[in-house]
């Protein structure tokens, strides 16, 4: 049974590494979609769209780096609060991850409704590409999927061993327990 869910943590981990790993290339994207128009501007060439990619890449960056960040200990959280609580710190715990889940639930059926929505109406930027904004809302459905699957397993952890995984330092998710 232990070995069974040592696997499911290493598979959680990597999960959430993997989503950090994606929100990095949204980043270096960023950077590629900027220096691209600076170079265009300096030589007379228009890129249309650029500015709505580089928003979007954004967007992804943040919504699939989250689960990481909050798995890493990264996340700004309540820890003065959390220690005035002294011995009910775990309910105080308990009682913010349940919140942050309930919400991230919330958020992630928001979100897919919107991709459904845009999809079915057949929804375009307003930009010169036109792009259809299902697509790049399908990066914040699974970064809402992610972050919504790390609060939910932190709330679980944290009431069946007392521990989550937030409380770590950046880095540390892919080598937590």
Not at 85 to 102: D, M, P, S, T
Not at 106 to 117: C, E, K, M
Not at 148 to 177: H, K
Request: hydrophobic share 50%.
């Amino acid at each position: 049974m232990t070995r069974a869910l040592g696997l499911v943590r290493r598979a959680l981990d990597t999960l959430y590494l993997i989503g950090g790993y994606i929100g990095a290339l949204f980043l270096v994207t960023i950077l590629v979609l900027i220096t691209a128009q600076m170079v265009a501007r300096w030589t007379g060439l228009t890129l249309p769209g650029a500015s709505s990619y580089a928003g979007y890449a954004m967007a992804g960056a943040s919504f699939m780096a989250f689960a990481y960040a909050l798995n890493s200990g990264a996340h700004i959280r309540v820890t003065l609060g959390l220690t005035a609580l002294g011995r009910y710190r775990r309910w105080g715990e308990i009682w913010c991850l349940a919140v942050g889940a309930l919400v991230a639930t919330f958020v992630l059926r928001y979100a897919y409704n919107a991709v459904y929505w845009s999809r079915l109406l057949g929804d375009v930027s307003q930009g010169q590409d036109a792009t259809p904004l299902w697509i790049p809302q399908l990066v914040m459905v699974a970064g809402s999927a992610l972050l919504t699957l790390c609060l939910w397993d932190n709330l679980i952890r944290m009431i069946f061993t007392g521990r989550s995984g937030t409380e770590g330092t950046p880095g540390d998710a892919a080598r937590s327990e």
